[in-house]
């Protein structure tokens, strides 16, 4: 029962996440999130486009810069 309602749980946050990307695309929060979240769940390609976007919009934010670079060393690239 804990672990239905985690996952329940970790898919409304996901799909929050999600809303507010596609809603408001320069959150750059929002993506950062969504990005250490999926990439904790070993979904790496859309973590990396996630940090990617974060970078994109806010570049001084240290954190996902790291991420990123973390992400896109463990194995691949990002078309952005």
Not at 21 to 33: I, L, T
């Amino acid at each position: 029962a804990n672990l239905a309602a985690a996952q329940f749980q970790w898919n409304n946050a996901m799909a929050c996440l999600r809303t507010a990307v596609k809603s408001r695309p320069e959150f750059w929060q929002a993506h950062y999130q969504l990005g250490i979240d999926l990439a904790a769940n070993g979904q790496a390609g859309e973590a990396r486009e996630q940090f990617a976007d974060a970078v994109r919009y806010r570049p001084d934010f240290f954190p996902a810069r790291l991420q990123l670079e973390a992400e896109l060393s463990a194995g691949g690239s990002t078309n952005r």
